[in-house]
């Protein structure tokens, strides 16, 4: 059996340009492709739940189904679709007061947030589905794309959630890089 190889440092730059470079092709990020991404993280977990907590229980030899199921999975669900309700508001540009006496003369001030294009998310292993998700609506509400690390101490975890990304995202949108402590400083 050949051992699999670890992604390198170059690897994730290249994937990294990759995703800066669709990023900006994309331009302004609309509300209808923020929530087709939540959404899409969405259903890998509501089809993938019992595969997921079976791979968490692997991982940690002693953990429940039905725990992993209501802390992982399910606590994972709320975050993405509190995000995916907010987002249009979130994105509604803020009015802000000008300063003295720029008012006098009709300027109008108003704050207008911008996705940052690129980010990247380091999971832990207590409750890695949970600490990877429950992100990701954030990331996908802001307009983002997102790198993700998952611990190398749930490795079949990993593993299946890198597979069901892949499955479900285009490398463009979301990448998975397992891996161990070698993996991790290059990664960050």
Known sequence: MSEIREPTQEDMQTVLDRQKQSYIAEGHVSA???????????????????????????????RSLDQSQRTDIEGSVGPL????????????????????????????????????GVVGCISPWNFPVNLTFSPLGGIFAAGNRTMIKPSEFTAQTSKLMKELFAEAYDEDEVAVFTGGPDVGGAFS
Not at 33 to 61: C, T
Not at 83 to 106: D, Y
């Open 32 to 62: 209808e492709n923020r929530i087709d991404r939540i959404d899409r993280a969405i259903n890998i977990l509501e089809k993938n739940g019992e595969k997921l907590s079976e791979a968490m229980a692997a991982d940690f030899g002693h």
């Open 81 to 116: 679709k509190h995000a995916k309700k907010h987002l249009r508001q979130w994105m509604k540009p803020e009015r802000r007061k000008v300063m003295f006496p720029l008012g006098l003369f009709g300027a109008k001030g108003r704050i207008e947030y911008q996705p940052l």
